[in-house]
């Protein structure tokens, strides 16, 4: 479905041969432009989501008069803080579908964009520790096949065998009676893949603005016309708002109201280890989910905080509640030690689901509410929106999530299955 | 080859003792006081570990925790701070990054592919061919640094502590010691945390008169009230001064303490930099510090011939040491003068140093003394924002908060007498910001008078200027900023022209101060040689979002005890005597069955069986307007509930989606008991407790959470009157003076105080009884007794679920899921629109026409075919919904379900296509009634 005729011309090849031809001296990943005064297309924010855009517009779409502004550096919010996870394990089928092409896209994404963004797809497994979520696996389960997604249902003595240092006995606080098994699922360089968009985004034309701050969004009869920025003012006749933890913020410089509540979400790394997980493991119950990186570390997230708030400071009551469900899983890590704590920013919708779509300002986008889904669906959402934007009309991926949905009461289901959905 | 000098007058190390130990498979020999390192370089070893991604030699380089390359496997301990653990005997240690030895690494192989290997060189190369991605990764994971966590479980914490200091200094050199004495002096209670093994900071290795003025300290701090933790670390502060601190050598192990402290004082000194040149990593190029620590604290010769690179007194220090204990000065140069150290050769080990002007020197040893990074870390938790001074070569503290002070090498420079006043001043203001409660100390500690008074006005702070420091940071040649991640300076200048512009990019990009030092050693270097690259002024450089932990916190301590009991019902024993087969529900574990589910169903719908409902959420309210609350939390009307009557009723959360049913009874005008799904008790009462604390703080309503004072237990069947009627003592049972759905206290089995009332989810006649806790498996016990000759049976979880299903009674949160309002259940005659409000009513009005799917009872056309629950509805190609419930019905002999349809398919006789896990199809039709069985309820009135 791409046109990769509009492709940008790489400034170099990667490849193996041009590492030993080049060694340490490459032109510029992308480069430091001036702000013009108009563009066709303004994408508010330097994350995945922005950035991806950015490249399908240019090579799917050849829109190539694009600026993506970022108030601080690409990739330094949620692109940059997210645990890395992909999976398309989702329960609804409009859920299943969307992140199916997202991990479809990651598949290829190395190629495509000539960047390794080291995508491992070791597999997936949410454990089940009571009936109930052991019925919502396999639920999830069901409609993932009937999607053409490789999920099913296995056994503690099959999880034993993916991940040998699981207590799978019935003796457990929690005991695990089953999972989810999802081997598409896995983890990626997330830094890598918001590098290798804004290289190929910055080859194709767009223009990458970083330490620019939109500070207005400017609106004539309900008709978007620009922003301010730090910069300057820009001219431009569509204006995406891709950004995340402060995207109702953002959305009310138009004018526009979002059902969006911004929470942390905390996570934590440990220092490496030699490889012995292989899955990323999720438990709802526990409110954990772990994975082992290549260099060795495990990292570590949980559920949302349970209040708002634009902070992202760790607390010590995380980490501690983190280190018992992580021992619960896995007894033997006792003397692991955490390295580094953080968090991100969520903006959460009524119903879990992203609001993706036109507003009603004209020519004003949102592409928000991703809550903690966001970095997994980057791929899709880039395509999507930029398929919208060329075509002024709405893809069929995207349209269940448009805000008019809350006006209609035709919420998304994904909240059941969304507490700890990693 | 012994390299432990003769006696040196601080030394630690106890010269009676010999401990013996391995390391990497060899016998060695160190002394009590030794840390692992100090006995290996003792001995002579120089190659400690191998580097992580070009596998290159390395040695001792700072001597203390944060030493990069001495990282070891101790047991099944990964990852053990060697230059820093004391030496145990018997210990087992080995480094973790060698294959196939230490000797000779088979990936050291990748230094001669090093000039391919830049930064990011992985980015660039393992596409192609995609199948060879698989085996790439493999590859690439070997490489991964660290040692083997161990796959036995065992380990345990001591439990966690919590603390309340009025002062919590963190650092214990001189000024801190001299912050706690002061600050205790004025009546504080006060807690020293020190992350080495002794008090002292740098006096410990430093000359006579530095241990002169320690022994003073230490003198002075065994008579303060001070709790002095050594071996630990302030690793986080958090809001408010929430502190935690890491207690190392705790007896038990790793303790987690948690201190609210009034003040924080953060004085944790500075910590020596490493100058980036080539060669800086060889075994034999240490630094100032660790060179004088290994001579004045183990006696340990660091080499035998050293070139000394100095830039500060500290560096001439460890040339006077190491000429005091022996070592050859081959060349002292002072940086100071313009002269530096060019690059440092050998292979596994210095041979000689290349000086400016191209003179070569022959030694086994450099020693750098090129400056200092103020660790800030606790200072940017409390949201300080250091600026870089480009006087001093170093971060300096900026505005701070009033409950956090700092002191010592981290404010500023001076003699020790200098660093002591400061401290002794922020100790003492210290004392009077905690605004601590001396008359408590007072009555506990006769000695407590001599303390002064705090002061009531601010005392005056002196002034502690960092001294100016030439600015050293990365030589003429490319050498090692990040020791732990092989990252060089040639690599942040490389990332920095690929367009690796800010220096967070950078960062991430090339890894620096990406690992187990997380910056400590390497983030100045790393901003400076980025500031370089990019042609940007170094005083404008930013520090690092140093986040907590300040040092590596183990998971077990983290945890501590799992304080997560399992709730069992009062009536266990039993349970667990006859040999139940339990199941996980919630926090509970309850009796799934007593053997054969089905044969317990075909009792209580023939005769008589009881079921252990205890789980079940009780709470009682009482109050002039609990009418109100239950009108306002539930759906149906409540105004109108006379006394001695239980109403069913399901409450919405506002969003108009079920969130949990029940009963509810009145006892008296006042008083009314509700009960929640036993999962769902602590989630209603938080709920009503909100109602009443945010929005309706008038009203007279108290809430208990009842849930365990009651043994509850459901007596059904057709004969569970007759049974019942043998035990209970003051309750006519007969169903007009006890109808369906009224409740009676009374005696049973000679319990007073219990509650019954006429309800069940078995669709039989039944009677719930409750029984003060207590007395709960003696009633329990007299059930079954008194009804055995009844045909009496316990029954489980299991036989309940069959036959709710098979009355199509649905389960909140198996039946429904996060989108079902209330309409969807079929229960709408429960939803009272015509009540002023209620939660969820205006999404429930607004959302009546469509509310999504409809619950619906559906059999398969086959009776034999249970579909699994879970399995997804269709209707052609198009998924219109899925089986919630299902089972096989021992009373119907067929196969039933409830399911959720989309409206269009909800229809009774619709046929709908249900698709199995297996893949297989069956057909099924919906039914006119949720109830497969009874539906007009007969038997349950009767």
């Known amino acids: 479905m791409s046109n990769k005729g509009a492709r940008g011309r790489l400034p170099a090849r990667f490849s193996a041969f041009d590492l030993m031809r080049r060694r340490r001296s490459w032109p510029q990943a992308w480069r430091e432009r001036d702000l013009k005064s108009t563009y066709d297309v303004v994408l508010i924010g330097g994350g995945l989501h922005g950035l991806a855009t950015a490249y399908y517009l240019a090579t799917n779409h050849g829109i190539t008069d694009v600026a993506v502004i970022e108030k601080s550096y690409i990739g330094g919010g949620g692109s940059g803080r997210n645990t890395a996870i992909v999976r398309s394990n989702y329960l609804t089928p409009e859920g299943v579908r969307f992140y199916d092409r997202s991990v479809k896209l990651y598949e290829e994404l190395a190629v495509d964009l000539n960047f390794n963004v080291m995508f491992e797809q070791r597999g997936h497994m949410t454990l089940a520790h009571n009936d109930s979520s052991l019925r919502t696996m396999r639920w999830r389960a069901e409609v993932n096949k009937l999607e053409g997604v490789d999920s099913s249902v296995i056994t503690p003595s099959e999880i034993k065998q993916l991940a040998p240092y699981i207590d799978v006995s019935d003796h457990s606080r929690y005991p695990i009676l089953g999972a989810l098994w999802h081997p598409p699922g896995g983890i990626i360089r997330h830094d890598a893949v918001v590098w290798g968009y804004a290289r190929a985004a910055d080859a194709a034309g767009a223009h990458i603005h970083q330490n620019t701050e939109v500070t207005g969004i400017d609106v004539e009869q309900e008709k978007v016309t620009g922003v301010t920025t730090s910069r300057g003012k820009i001219s431009a006749p569509i204006v995406v708002n891709c950004t995340a933890g402060w995207s109702s913020l953002v959305a009310a410089l138009a004018g526009v109201k979002l059902p969006i509540v911004t929470r942390p979400l905390q996570a934590a790394v440990t220092e490496p280890v030699q490889s012995f997980l292989d899955p990323v493991i999720v438990s709802g119950s526990l409110h954990v989910y772990v994975s082992q990186t290549a260099r060795g570390e495990l990292v570590f997230g949980a559920s949302v905080d349970p209040f708002g708030s634009y902070s992202t400071r760790g607390s010590l009551d995380f980490i501690e509640g983190l280190a018992g469900h992580v021992l619960e899983l896995m007894p033997s890590l006792g003397r692991m030690r955490v390295l580094r704590q953080w968090a991100g920013l969520c903006d959460m919708t009524p119903d879990y689901a992203p609001i993706i779509g036109p507003t009603h300002v004209g020519g004003f986008y949102v592409d928000v509410g991703w809550g903690t889904y966001g970095f997994k669906a980057g791929p899709a959402a880039g395509e999507s929106l930029a398929q919208m934007i060329a075509t002024n009309s709405i893809p069929e991926l995207i349209a269940p999530f448009g805000v008019e949905r809350f006006a209609a009461g035709t919420l998304m289901g994904e909240k059941g299955a969304a507490s700890v959905g990693h | ?942």
């Open chain 2, 1 to 942: 080859m012994t390299a432990r000098l003769p006696e040196r007058p601080g030394e630690v190390i106890d010269r009676s003792s010999s401990l013996p130990f391995r390391w990497n498979g060899g016998d060695y020999t160190g002394m009590a006081g030794d840390t692992i390192v100090s006995a290996l370089a003792a001995s002579g070893v120089r190659v400690l570990s191998r580097s992580f991604k070009y596998r290159r030699p390395r040695g001792v380089m700072t001597a203390d925790f944060n030493d990069p390359n001495c990282l070891f496997q101790v047991g099944d301990e990964p990852n053990v701070r060697a230059a820093h653990r004391l030496l145990e005997p018997g210990m087992d240690t080995s480094s973790q990054t060698s294959w196939p030895s230490l000797r000779f690494d088979a990936k050291a192989a990748t230094q001669a592919l090093s000039p391919f290997l830049g930064p990011g060189f992985y980015y660039k190369t393992f596409m192609r061919p995609r199948f060879l991605w698989p085996v790439y990764q493999r590859v690439l994971r070997t490489f991964a640094a660290g040692g083997k966590p161990s796959p036995q479980p065992g380990h345990s914490s001591p439990d966690k502590r919590y603390a309340h200091p009025d002062v919590l200094v963190a650092g214990g050199g001189p000024a801190g010691m001299m912050a706690a004495i002061s600050a205790a002096e004025r009546g504080a209670r006060v807690m020293l945390v020190d992350e080495q093994h002794e008090t002292g900071g740098y006096l410990r290795w430093s000359d006579s008169d530095g241990r002169l003025a320690l022994a003073d300290l230490r003198t002075r701090l065994a008579a303060a009230d001070v709790e002095v933790l050594t071996d630990s670390v302030v690793f986080g502060r958090y809001d408010h001064n929430w502190v935690g601190v890491m207690q190392r050598s705790h007896p038990q192990g790793e303790r987690l303490i948690k201190a609210r402290a009034g003040v924080l004082v953060v004085a944790p000194g500075l910590i020596e930099r490493p100058l980036a040149f080539e060669g800086n990593d060889l075994p034999g190029v240490v630094l100032s510090g660790a060179a004088r620590r290994l001579l004045n604290l183990y006696a340990v010769r660091p080499g035998t011939r050293a070139v000394v690179l100095s830039a500060n007194a500290e560096g001439a220090a460890a040339a006077a040491d190491l000429a005091d204990a022996g070592v050859e000065i081959a060349a002292f140069v002072d940086a100071r003068a313009g002269e530096t150290v060019v690059r440092a050769k050998g292979r596994t080990g210095v041979r000689s140093v290349e000086l400016t002007g191209g003179k070569t020197v022959e030694a086994d040893l450099l020693v750098t003394a090129t400056g200092w990074t103020a660790p800030t870390a606790l200072l940017n938790m409390a949201g300080v924002v250091p600026t870089f001074d480009p006087e001093s070569s170093r971060f300096v503290p900026g505005e701070m908060p009033d409950d956090v002070m700092a002191t010592g090498g981290i404010v500023g420079d001076g003699s020790v007498a200098d660093l002591l006043s400061h401290a002794a001043a922020v100790g003492q203001e210290a004392a009077r910001r905690s605004g601590h409660k001396a008359v408590h100390k007072a009555a506990a500690i006769p000695a407590a008078a001599a303390l002064a008074p705090p002061s009531k006005e601010p005392v005056e702070l002196p002034t502690l200027e960092p001294e100016p420091h030439p600015p050293l940071f990365i030589g003429s040649t490319s050498g090692f900023i990040d020791f732990s991640e092989d990252v060089t300076t040639k690599d942040i200048t490389a990332a920095a022209d690929e367009g690796y512009r800010s220096l967070e990019l950078a960062k991430r990009y090339t890894t620096a101060t990406m690992g187990p030092t997380q910056g400590k050693l390497e983030v100045i270097n790393a901003g400076v040689a980025h500031a370089i690259a990019t042609g940007r002024a170094i005083a404008g450089m930013g520090t690092t979002t140093w986040r907590p932990p300040y040092a590596p916190v183990s998971l077990g301590a983290l945890a501590g005890r799992m304080l997560e009991p399992v709730r069992h019902s009062p009536l266990q024993p039993y349970h667990e005597r006859v040999g139940a087969q339990p199941i996980v529900a919630g926090q509970w574990i309850r009796p799934n069955h007593y053997g054969d589910p089905a044969a317990e169903v075909t009792a209580v719908r023939s005769s008589v069986g009881v079921i252990d409902v205890s789980p079940l959420g009780k709470i009682e309210l009482r109050g002039r307007d609990v009418p109100k609350l239950l009108e306002l939390v539930y759906t149906n009307k409540w105004s109108k509930l006379a006394v001695g009557s239980v109403r069913y009723g399901i409450m919405c959360a506002e969003d108009g989606v079920v969130m949990d049913d029940g009963v509810t009874a009145r006892f008296a005008e006042d008083r009314y008991m509700m009960t929640t799904t036993s999962s769902g008790a602590a989630g209603v009462y938080d709920w009503l407790e909100e109602w009443l604390a945010t929005a309706h703080p008038d009203w007279d309503v108290r809430l208990t959470a009842m849930t365990d004072a009651y043994a509850s237990m459901n007596v059904a069947g057709p004969e569970s009157r007759a049974l019942l009627e043998r035990l209970v003592e003051g309750i006519e049972l007969d169903a007009e003076s006890f109808p369906h759905m009224h409740v009676r206290t009374g005696t049973v089995a000679g319990v007073a105080d219990c509650f019954l009332w006429r309800l069940g989810f078995t669709g039989e006649l039944s009677f719930e009884v409750h029984v003060p806790a207590g007395y709960g498996l003696h009633v329990w016990e007299a059930l079954l007794e008194q009804g055995a000759d009844l045909g009496a049976v316990p029954f489980g979880l299991e036989a309940q679920r069959i036959m709710r299903l098979e009355k199509g009674h649905f389960i909140v949160g198996q039946d429904t899921d996060g989108l079902t309002r209330a309409h969807s259940t079929g229960l709408s005659t429960l939803i009272n629109s015509d009540k002023p409000d209620f939660s969820g009513k205006q999404e429930l009005e607004w959302s009546e026409a469509d509310s999504g799917t409809m619950l619906v009872a559906l059999q398969p056309e086959d009776p034999a075919v249970v579909p699994p629950e879970a399995s997804q509805v269709l209707s052609g190609n198009t998924l219109v919904g899925r089986i919630t419930s299902s089972r096989m019905s021992p009373t119907l002999g067929r196969s039933i379900c409830l399911a959720q349809l989309t409206q269009d398919h909800a229809a009774p006789g619709t046929v709908v296509t249900v698709h199995l896990p297996d893949r297989t199809r069956v057909r099924a039709r919906v039914m006119e009634h949720h109830a497969h069985f009874d539906p007009e309820g007969s038997r349950l009135r009767g």
